[in-house]
């Protein structure tokens, strides 16, 4: 085989596209590559995430299940400031990427058996995840909060997904989706290898939509931390494979209420809240279980955190949707960093900045004020 899975800790190789965490000592996951990137094995003619289809070996390209996600537009919004717009994948979020990579790689082991997959998530994920499942033939079950936003919740009932809601913690909605029951099989994608893998082909996009030249920074919102690690890999992987010269500076931006990256990756003390209640109601993950993979990951490429105020994650959604970008207000968490960067004077006018708008505001319920 052309790549490995192995167990973030320690270092125990996992066979079995199934598995979502270390059988040895219950810790994360990581899928290792041992061919380099190439630029000449892109299907050029693919303009889907499966494009870089050679770069992820445990699929075969029979089994793909797509819906045309990826190959996303990157806007310029001013002069050197550019959008990565994941809201316009199939179901609205930046989450289609890593379901149609973690779908296409299980989804004939999973009918083999007459199975059914399991997954909890607070909206985007699930809907995701129930979308790809219904376009291979599975049946799914989702986990969600008990506050989970309106859009979000009747978006996965229409993919005809079952839908289970659990009050408690995000913790406690991971733990009952664990549950499973005789040929059920757990496919969180917080958890699961496959699915943080998949978002690899957005640094592989926004490498080749420069023309191979990396953008200075990248901002985006960071909660259970798939959309960072998925970046920060696919950047390791062209870097190391020479096809860019430079990593860009990752700027993972938090809400103040829901920040246990900024404060480890800053090293100050942080008590998770009991309950979130937070405009960017994606965002929830207070204890993330990759919270050290994280970390890690994001001195590793000289990265820094922010941590945003509610008052500027409203002001930054109003600001984007007034210029013709409307997108969640978890979205906008990002866009709210790069602005108080910019108030802060610590970016240099020349430098190309991306920022990720990761999901449509057509999930959100809130209302004008």
Known sequence: ??????????????????????????????????DKFDPAKIRKKDYSSWRYAEFFPYTSKKEIMTLGEGWTPLVRFSKNIYFKLESSNPTGSFKDRGSTTLISAIHEQVKKVKGHITEDSSGNAGASIA??????????????????????????????????????????????????????????????????????????ELA??????????????????????????????????????LMPRIVACQTEQVSPLYHRFRNTSYTPPS????????????????????????????????????????????????????????????????VQQVDKKELEKHENVVIILTGTGLKTSLQPR
């Open 1 to 34: 085989m052309n790549y490995e899975i192995t167990c973030a800790s320690c270092n125990k190789l996992t066979k079995s596209l199934l598995t979502f965490k270390c059988p040895s000592c219950g810790n994360p996951l990581n899928v290792h590559l041992h």
């Open 131 to 204: 979308a790809y499942a219904s376009r291979a033939g599975l049946k799914a079950k989702i986990y969600v909060p008990e506050n989970v936003s309106g859009p979000k919740f009747s978006q996965i009932q229409f993919y005809d997904a079952e839908v289970v809601k659990v009050s408690g913690s995000r913790s406690q909605v991971a733990e009952a989706a664990q549950k499973t029951t005789r040929r059920g099989f757990y496919i969180g994608h917080i958890l699961h290898p496959l699915f943080r893998d998949g978002v690899r082909s957005l640094a592989y």
């Open 208 to 245: 080749e939509q420069f023309k191979w030249k990396t953008p200075e920074r990248i901002y985006l919102p960071v909660s259970a931390g798939t959309l960072l690690l998925g970046i920060v890999e696919g950047f390791k992987h062209l870097y190391a494979s020479k096809a860019v010269r």
């Open 275 to 338: 309950t979130v209640n937070s405009v960017a109601d994606a965002l929830v993950s207070v204890n993330p279980p990759l919270l050290d993979l994280m970390d890690k990951g994001l001195k590793e490429i000289e990265g820094t955190a922010v941590i945003v105020k509610e008052k500027e994650i409203y002001n930054a959604f109003l600001q984007l949707a007034k210029n013709g970008f409307f997108v969640e207000p978890s979205s906008a968490v990002a866009f709210a960093g790069y």
